[in-house]
């Protein structure tokens, strides 16, 4: 609501801008951008390819310090987002196993003790969204909605067709869909 979080997609730069000003800017060095995010608090969770390390997931408080770092090797990062109160990150990982696609959905104290993660099978993650209690993952072929406080997958709705749009509204746990 107060800042904005502008990334160069494929690149290595990015700023977080108030209202009125630039707050801080920061350059991810030898690692490009993939995708990136704003919390409440002006929290940005970052995820990168390249350097060492296939993945990475950095957090940023509101002064442009970092104060998170998770480093992935077998598994591809899909999104991070921060939740509502900057304790926790969630992420969406995508692997390979046995030929089979498979999405896994963690959390972590922002201080990187994970608290727990589901799997959802046979799907590849779109989008995450986050909320206080609820967590909504958009895949290719279904939607999932889990408690954020354990995991617990609270509903999931399977479709058909291609994906267009979607727009997720957390507040009444709806998801608007356009299918092709």
Same mark, same amino acid.
């Given at each position: 609501?107060?800042?904005? *979080?502008?990334?160069?997609?494929?690149?290595?730069? &990015?700023?977080?801008?108030?209202?009125?000003?630039?707050?801080?800017?920061?350059?991810?060095?030898?690692?490009?951008?993939?995708?990136?995010?704003?919390?409440?608090?002006?929290? %940005?969770?970052?995820?990168?390819?390249?350097?060492?390390?296939?993945? %990475? =997931?950095?957090?940023?408080?509101?002064?442009?310090?970092? =104060?998170?770092?998770?480093?992935?090797?077998?598994?591809?990062?899909?999104?991070?987002?921060?939740?509502?109160?900057?304790?926790? *990150?969630?992420?969406?990982?995508? !692997?390979?196993?046995?030929?089979?696609? @498979?999405? @896994?959905?963690?959390?972590?104290?922002?201080?990187?003790?994970?608290?727990?993660?589901?799997?959802?099978?046979?799907?590849?993650? &779109?989008?995450?969204?986050?909320?206080?209690?609820?967590?909504?993952?958009?895949?290719?072929?279904?939607?999932?909605? *889990? !408690? %954020?406080?354990?995991?617990?997958?609270?509903?999931?709705?399977?479709?058909?067709?291609?994906?267009?749009?979607?727009?997720?509204?957390?507040?009444?746990?709806?998801? &608007? *869909?356009?299918?092709?």
């Amino acid at each position: 609501e107060k800042s904005v *979080l502008i990334y160069d997609k494929g690149g290595y730069n &990015f700023a977080l801008y108030s209202k009125t000003s630039e707050i801080y800017k920061q350059n991810t060095e030898n690692e490009i951008i993939v995708s990136a995010s704003i919390g409440a608090g002006e929290y %940005a969770a970052v995820v990168t390819s390249g350097g060492q390390y296939p993945n %990475a =997931v950095y957090v940023y408080d509101a002064y442009g310090k970092k =104060v998170y770092t998770r480093r992935y090797i077998d598994e591809k990062v899909m999104q991070a987002v921060i939740s509502p109160d900057n304790r926790h *990150l969630y992420v969406t990982l995508v !692997k390979s196993e046995g030929g089979d696609i @498979k999405t @896994k959905v963690v959390k972590h104290e922002i201080n990187g003790e994970e608290i727990w993660n589901v799997e959802i099978s046979d799907s590849l993650s &779109f989008d995450i969204s986050v909320s206080e209690d609820n967590i909504m993952v958009i895949t290719d072929e279904k939607i999932c909605h *889990l !408690k %954020a406080e354990d995991g617990t997958m609270a509903s999931i709705y399977s479709y058909k067709g291609v994906l267009n749009q979607y727009d997720i509204a957390l507040t009444n746990e709806s998801v &608007f *869909l356009l299918i092709m």
